[in-house]
């Protein structure tokens, strides 16, 4: 025993002097806890800190320590300060710059040898970066955040000095700052109230709720934009942990592996590292006696939206947990009988080979979610330092696989003069130079270039490739192993861009520029005249529209058989210099062409149901971005009436009609109790008031599910859902038809005012089963189909999966019924979806434009 002790010592002294003297000192400064600093003990019953009380801690952390710096990322959605701790040693800190280039270095190898690699994974410091609370109301990682860093700042442990010396950590404690504000707000409104702990009645981020998660390749969001800019342009980390929560009555805590199915064009040594530190995760978590922790799990390794999910395309490691919930910081005692799974790697709530150690029920508090984050967040600094020389080479060694295993003379054209929208071509390619992808331009300035001969070469061609969902059987006989997400997001189809894999000359090559930012279009006023046109076939067109309404400038639009609608505006003072902000080119017209129908300023009105919709976020994003005329409309005004005074359209967002009528998610079952001013729908007065508004000239709009509301007696039309169950009746199930987020061929009658513009042939992003099928109405109502289905399902499939698609034969798509003295558009799928789908964005425009025309 004796003998032990000496050898502890001995190991203890070698450890510590192979440590810089700089890592164990600290700012004579008395360091904080999270506790002390705030008043009261974080993770306990009932108590939150929101996010202005988190940065006022780190800041107060970074002030007192000198292994901790504060990085600002940018501002929020509403306007707060985003930020990133950055936490290492002293002198690691001094040199960050140095770790930053050797970083890049590694994620672009270009030039490099062999031995030169070796020698920069050997010299530089893994970056590693954790962030936290992407959905605010998975509370429970932002608090975790200012403890896991006071223990970083503070530590004199050999083995966790040792790490911070090999890892630069980079902690992002809330990636939805507003939204953390939002849940903590709510939760302490309602503290010792039957409310507590229950679910916000609007989104959790001001567009995009829960979907802030589902914008890592398409970047729309501020916040998404942020992180993007600090991890590919700037910090280039080897590995990635985002921290999430997920429900109450399943397992504790998800860790790596990955369910399947498995994404092709991943580099498999991606899996192998994300598992090797899944495997380190769960050893630590078993050997403090924490149950419960489960792999293999319902969360996939197919789709690239989420955080680290596009990172493993790009080459680097990524790993997700997911932590059982409380309701938020309130405990919950759950009886065994309430557990289960499923779900795929857990059918049953059972003991099994990736759940050797079930939780077996009890008390669950916001103390067990963050001693379980704790553990995962020290267990990925482990590894990341254990096999710091390893996961860096790797990092590099993936990049040169992906320049090596493609063609040199393979490029991607994006033409700029062959697109029916070419600011969205252009778009497309800022896009790609946003996510650190090379781009090029042609020596006659044509087309945008993508060499595939570059470290993210696989991530190019799955965003602008064809996706074909793996169909994984668990058994002979059984169904296929459902995607997370969705099965399609190839970008060209959602945003209506001709994208071609194409092989360039080698003068082709050498002459072709590499550009840092997109060429955009030629822009500005063409000639002098009274009027001006563009072709109405332009997302930008509208916004030019909105801006030039505002400004109180006549706009027009022109239809002449078998041409391009025109749009055509009054001259005016701002008109140069709105339509060179939005690089559209109008040419002069002499005077006004005979036919030209005004169009009058269109007031918008979106419903916003206190069931918080996604979609209703996503819509009201999107009209905003293209200067719509739009406001929120709740319950109560809908259920007061008089519509038209306000307002010319209605939309209804993707919601079902149980929660448009009822504010219930189903019409059985339990359903979460609001706050009284947040309880029901519009009821039976709100559905009278919709129809009252048609039959006085107003426009109703709905996406997707709201269509339901259309189906009932209240608008008694001859329209119906096509696609229901082989019994006829209920909801349909995934053996009969099954098609989960997939870009599907849809012909639009191009001479209708929703399809003004539009190409005869779209690429539709379908994720639910409905189509309508119509029939002919009464002598006083007049039935349009816009869109349809082909006639063959072979042909249906463009993108992604598709089983049961014969139901959609010949199917609508998109109609409309003028009604009354007003109209109604029934869109069948979003499209508008997360903003990503701009091919499809036209046809909700035109449909709110249709209210307009005079």
């Known amino acids: 025993m004796h003998r032990n002790k000496n050898l502890i010592l001995v190991l ?31 993770g306990a019953d009932g108590k939150l800190a929101d996010y202005r009380q988190i940065a006022s801690y780190f800041k107060a952390l970074s002030a007192a320590s000198d292994r901790v710096q504060i990085e600002v990322l940018g501002k929020t959605t509403l306007g707060e300060e985003m930020f990133m701790a950055v936490i290492s040693t002293p002198e690691n800190l001094r040199n960050k710059a140095k770790y930053q280039e050797i970083a890049r270095k590694l994620a672009d190898p270009r030039g490099l040898s062999q031995e030169q690699i070796d020698a920069l994974a050997s010299e530089g410091k893994g970056i590693f970066l954790l962030t936290c609370n992407i959905h605010s109301n998975e509370i429970g990682s932002s608090q975790m955040a200012m403890e896991w860093a006071y223990k970083l700042a503070t530590t004199n442990d050999p083995e966790m000095l040792h790490r911070l010396n090999d890892v630069i950590v980079l902690l992002v404690p809330s990636l939805n700052p507003d939204g953390e504000t939002m849940v903590t707000e709510w939760y302490r409104k309602y503290l010792g109230t039957k409310y507590e702990g229950g679910s916000l009645p609007y989104l959790y981020h001001h567009y995009v709720g829960h979907d802030d998660n589902r914008d890592w390749y398409m970047l729309t969001q501020i916040e998404t934009k942020n992180v993007n800019q600090a991890v590919y342009h700037e910090w280039f980390p080897q590995f990635w942990l985002d921290e999430h929560q997920m429900g109450y009555y399943g397992p504790r805590i998800y860790i790596p592996p990955n369910a399947d199915p498995v994404a092709k064009l991943v580099n498999p040594l991606v899996h192998r590292g994300n598992n090797l530190m899944g495997a380190d995760m769960g050893w630590r978590l078993e050997e403090a006696g924490k149950s419960g922790v489960i792999y293999n799990y319902s969360f996939d390794a197919y789709w690239p939206g989420g955080t680290r999910n596009t990172g493993w395309w790009k080459n680097m490691y990524g790993v997700l947990t997911e932590v059982a919930s409380a309701r938020v910081a309130t405990p919950m005692q759950i009886s065994p009988t309430e557990l289960q799974g499923g779900t795929k790697g857990l059918i049953q709530y059972q003991q099994q080979i990736n759940f050797p150690n079930p939780w077996p029920g009890g008390t669950w508090r916001l103390r067990d979610i963050m ?20 996961l860096m080479r790797g990092v590099a060694s993936m990049a040169v696989e992906a320049i090596r295993s ?4 393979e490029y ?14 252009s778009r497309l390619a800022a896009l790609m130079l946003e996510h650190g992808v090379d781009v090029q331009l042609s020596k006659d300035e044509k087309a945008f270039l993508i060499p595939t001969t570059q470290p993210y070469s696989r991530f190019v061609d799955e965003m602008l490739g064809l996706q074909r969902y793996p169909e994984v059987h668990l058994a002979p006989n059984s169904g296929i192993l459902e995607p997370y997400d969705v099965a399609a997001w190839s970008l060209p189809l959602m945003m209506g861009v001709k994208a071609e894999k194409t092989k360039l000359s080698a003068a082709e090559q050498q002459s072709a520029k590499a550009i840092k930012t997109a060429a955009w279009p030629e822009s500005g006023l063409t000639g002098k005249g009274s009027y001006y046109s563009i072709a109405d076939h332009q997302n930008n067109a509208f916004a030019l529209i909105n801006a030039m309404q505002k400004a109180g400038a006549q706009v027009f639009l022109q239809r002449t058989a078998g041409q ?22 109008l040419s002069a017209l002499s005077d006004l062409p005979k036919g030209a129908v005004p169009l009058k300023t269109v007031h918008v009105g979106l419903y916003k149901p206190y069931v918080a919709s996604i979609d ?46 009822d504010g219930r998610t189903s019409r059985e079952g339990y359903s979460e109790e609001l706050p009284p001013e947040y309880t029901g729908g519009i009821g039976k007065e709100g559905v009278r008031a919709l129809k009252d508004f048609v039959d006085k000239g107003g426009t109703l709009i709905t996406l997707a599910h709201s269509s339901e509301l259309i189906f009932g007696e209240d608008f008694n039309l001859p329209v119906r859902n096509a696609v229901s169950s082989a019994a006829g009746r209920g909801a349909i199930s995934t053996s009969e038809f099954n098609i989960p987020g997939s870009l599907l061929r849809v012909y639009v009658d191009t001479q209708n005012p929703v399809g003004y513009g539009m190409p005869k042939e779209i690429a539709a992003f379908v994720d639910a089963p409905l189509a309508f099928q119509t029939s002919v109405p009464n002598a006083d109502t007049q039935r349009s189909v816009i869109a349809w289905y082909p006639d063959d399902a072979k042909d249906v499939l463009i993108s992604g999966y598709a089983h049961g698609a014969e139901r959609l034969e010949r199917k609508a798509a998109v109609v409309s019924f003028t009604h009354g003295k007003g109209k109604i558009v029934m869109f069948g799928f979003r499209v508008q979806h997360r903003a990503q789908t701009e091919g499809t964005f036209q046809m909700l425009f035109n449909a709110i434009e249709w209210a307009g025309m005079e």
């Open 412 to 425: 991607w054209r994006i033409s700029r003069d062959d697109q029916r929208d070419p600011v969205v071509a």
């Open 12 to 42: 203890t002294l070698v450890l510590l002097a192979s440590i810089p003297p700089a890592i164990a000192q600290q700012k004579s400064t008395h360091i904080p806890s999270p506790s002390e600093n705030l008043g009261f003990e974080v």
């Open 564 to 585: 391009q609608p025109q749009l055509i505006f009054a001259g005016h003072a701002q008109l140069a210099a709105n339509a060179e902000k939005l690089h559209l080119s």
């Open 371 to 390: 001693d379980y984050e704790l553990l995962v967040s020290d267990a990925a600094l482990e590894t990341m330092s254990k096999y710091r020389r390893e």
């Open 616 to 661: 209703e976020g996503w819509t009201r994003f999107v009209l905003e971005q293209y200067g719509f005329d739009i406001k929120s409309i709740e319950n109560k005004q809908m259920r007061a009436g008089n519509l038209n005074t306000a307002f010319d359209v209605v939309i209804l967002p993707d919601t079902s009609r149980d929660i448009i009528v």
């Open 406 to 409: 493609a063609d040199a003379h």
